[in-house]
């Protein structure tokens, strides 16, 4: 298991790893990005990629939005909050919420 601090590589030999969480100290509810880099016999290090752990609550339904990282100049996108999720529960209604551009 690994302890993670924020911007703090955790290294080892094995390709897979446990997250270790504290009970009294818990990743808050919501996205966390994790990131992995590999390095080869020869030190040469890949180029990162990460991916976004959604921590989800128990009580509350955990919305989850999937949409294009990329659209086209002028042309309708679609939006999608199928993946959201509500434990014991079922989700009545999505609201969408446009936020602005990102600065």
Known sequence: MAKFEINVP???DQPTVVVEVDPRSP???GRHKFQLEVV???GNV???DT???IVA???RPTAVIAGPQV???GKNFELNGSKSFDIG???KTYRYTYLGPVR
């Open 27 to 29: 990743l808050a509810r």
């Open 51 to 53: 991916v976004d752990v």
């Open 57 to 59: 609550d128990r009580e």
């Open 71 to 73: 659209a086209d100049l």
């Open 40 to 42: 080869d016999d020869s």
């Open 89 to 91: 529960g079922v989700i």
């Open 10 to 12: 955790f290294e080892t």
């Open 46 to 48: 890949s180029l990162p």
